[in-house]
């Protein structure tokens, strides 16, 4: 009989495509991950994955055993919400996921809030530049930059965040606006509007440092590194930094509540809900 926890850990590395990513999506160590798959292949009896490198590459037979774990796995998360829904009490766990910066500088004081008028419900903030799947209930409610264009979601606009571009007065004063340069994130988010628009800004300046996080390009700017250019709520109580290019539009980026349809209606989350749109987003 097939094991079906360990198809639960194939669908999750034919998902990510590499042990690391697939153990970072479940929680454990690759090597489990690893193992795991070992035993379905030899359970079923078919070559299911070839390593090349870090990358794993599913054989035709995995192909097909992917499909259908994961359509088994949709299914089985179904029944988990229907489970969930049924549910009527104040009590629970309710994970949120949202971007890692923003999360930080945003959620904390409404969800204290929540936990105080309800101690029962407990909350897991699922912080990461990656999407949670709300469909795999790795998350319950998600705070998006980038809409969703499919999935059975609701979807809600919570407000606007602005962007501009910042460094220290001392470090515009003392350089000369052709010389100036750039803090940015690194490629692997050179498709975000944010790159976009900074490399339009740049005119062919340097980028004198590239990192992925926004905690990195803040300091970096605040110890007169260049210009950054980031979110108008992490400048809350830095009185360091100015503008740096007054005349240029600060770049909009919208945000998104989005929920599973299934789980709209469940109590918890709709608390969970209220509570992220009672704070004030848009800045």
Request: aromatic share 6%; hydrophobic share 50%; charged share 25%.
């Amino acid at each position: 009989m097939i094991d079906w926890e360990s198809l639960r850990y194939f669908a999750a590395l034919a998902r990510a495509g590499t042990l690391l990513g697939a153990a970072r999506a479940l929680g454990v160590e690759h090597a489990t991950v690893a193992r795991r798959v070992a035993g379905l292949e030899e359970q079923m009896g078919v070559k299911l994955v070839d390593r090349r490198g870090r990358r794993i590459v599913l054989t035709p037979e995995g192909e097909r055993a992917a499909g259908m774990a994961e359509r088994m796995g949709q299914e089985a998360q179904a029944v988990e919400r229907l489970g969930l829904a049924a549910g009527a009490t104040l009590a629970g766990e309710v994970r949120i996921s949202a971007p890692p910066t923003l999360a930080a500088a945003m959620l904390p004081e409404a969800l204290v809030a929540l936990r105080v008028r309800h101690p029962d419900i407990g909350i897991t903030i699922v912080g990461e530049t990656r999407y949670a799947s709300l469909d795999r209930r790795e998350a319950d409610v998600a705070v998006r930059m980038t809409k969703p264009e499919q999935g059975n979601f609701v979807i809600s606009k919570l407000g606007d965040i602005a962007f501009g571009f910042y460094a220290t007065a001392d470090y515009l004063a003392a350089t000369p606006e052709a010389q100036r340069t750039f803090i940015a994130y690194d490629e692997t988010m050179a498709s975000a509007p944010q790159s976009i628009r900074l490399a339009e800004a740049t005119e062919e300046r340097k980028v004198a440092l590239r990192a992925t996080t926004l905690e990195f390009q803040l300091a970096a700017a605040r110890a007169g590194g260049g210009i950054a250019m980031l979110p108008n709520f992490m400048l809350a109580g830095v009185d360091d930094l100015v503008e740096a290019i007054p005349q240029a539009q600060p770049l909009m980026r919208e945000l998104w509540l989005v929920v599973h349809a299934d789980i709209r209606n469940v109590p918890i989350i709709r608390v969970a809900m209220d509570a992220l749109k009672s704070i004030s987003w848009s800045g």
